[in-house]
Nanobody, 124 residues
């Protein structure tokens, strides 16, 4: 069982940056794929980025490519989502999720473990 805790959300102006963290407890990320998802008010949850635990494979949704970077620090059991050049449309609750395996899925029903979410608000 993997427990996930997100942190780092907040309020930022458009063009600003935030770094989200997803810390694992209960076990390490070894053998897992970790994804970041987001859900804006009135919208369905969508995939943002994912990474294999080795850091060798990443995947991003098109709308964040070039602005967001996902990374992993296995020594700290933490996955990060560096978000630069934030836009109002990035406003959402951001969740991290994990599933055992090697494929970086971009659908939420592929993931078994979820954190409680952290809110990101980008003002214009």
């Amino acid at each position: 069982q993997v427990q996930l805790v997100e942190s780092g959300g907040g309020l930022v102006q458009a063009g600003g940056s935030l770094r989200l963290s997803c810390a694992a407890s209960g076990r390490t990320f070894g053998g897992y794929v970790i994804g970041w998802f987001r859900q804006a008010p009135g919208k369905e949850r969508e995939f943002v980025a994912g990474i294999r635990w080795t850091g060798s494979t990443t995947n991003y949704t098109d709308s964040v490519k070039g602005r967001f970077t996902i990374s992993i620090n296995n020594a700290k059991n933490t996955v990060y989502l560096q978000m630069n050049d934030l836009k109002p449309e990035d406003t959402a609750v951001y969740y991290c999720a994990a599933v055992r395996g090697i494929r970086v899925f971009d659908t939420d029903n592929a993931y078994d473990y979820w954190g409680q979410g952290t809110r990101v608000t980008v003002s214009s």
